[in-house]
């Protein structure tokens, strides 16, 4: 008995902990959908903070628009550069069709990817930091006093601004990183810019760019949505919003990749 005794309590204990972390997480999820319901359901609440959505919409997306165009201009140099000669060595003449290929990994799935993962970094640390700065120092408990929704106040407009303005910083992403691919491959692989644009307007159609920038909609909220929840939930003072700030952006990054596979999936199923 004391043998069975001596290996029963380690695997219960082992058990409990498991279960302990899967209720923990079942009520992190439960308490973000609450939270995420609630910043939707106070967008059409009175009175509407339109001074505060158009200051968010120039810090989020216009301050943004250096961070995603360069990139994926980068992005768009580097794929020419690499995929250029190694194709034309497997199959000769290949090289023609290099504008359609860079544009369709562009619009479909690079650059609305890297354009959230970008913003993700640059402003859902942003936004966990400054709101949990509030929490911190109770002046989100002063805004309550002061008979303001601190949901209303602060997460609909940085929300609304996320929604708005994460597919426009993509889709000059899109344009970029195309144009990028264009001048690799005129200067590298001798690639007449007419014969690459003319690739790429053959192979691209209307649902490739409802698709990849669609995508880019659910992307902005859920950068919103999880750094503003991040942002409300610090605690501790300076360790506790730094501690935010890293799930903000750590989450945004696993969420983003996630949804990315389902939303591709639906869209497909749509013919999209």
Known sequence: MVGIKFYYEPVMKFFEKIGLIFLNMLEEVGAFSIFSMQTIRLIFAKPFDFKSLLYQMHEIGVKSIPVGTISSFFVGMVMALQLGGPMEQQIQGITTYMGGGISMAMVRELAPVLTAVLLAGRVGSSI????????????????????????????????????????????????????????????????????????????????????????????????????????????????????????AVVYSFMVIIVSDYFLTYIFQMFGL
Do not use: H, W
Not at 186 to 206: G, H, K, Q
Not at 212 to 237: D, H, M, N, P, Q
């Open 128 to 247: 966990a930091a400054e709101i949990g700065t509030m929490k911190v120092t109770e002046q989100i408990d002063a805004l309550s006093t002061l008979a303001t929704n601190p949901v209303q106040y602060l997460s609909v407009p940085r929300f609304l601004a996320s929604v708005f303005t994460v597919p426009m910083v993509a889709t000059m992403a899109i344009l970029v990183g195309v144009f990028g691919g264009a001048i690799i491959s005129y200067v590298s692989l001798d690639i007449p810019i007419a014969t690459y644009f003319e690739s790429a307007r053959n192979m691209l159609r209307a649902k490739d760019l409802i698709s990849g920038v669609g995508k880019t909609f659910f992307f902005g909220a859920e950068i919103a949505l999880i750094s503003c929840y991040t942002g409300f939930r610090a605690k501790g003072g300076a360790q506790g919003v730094g501690q935010a700030t890293i799930e």
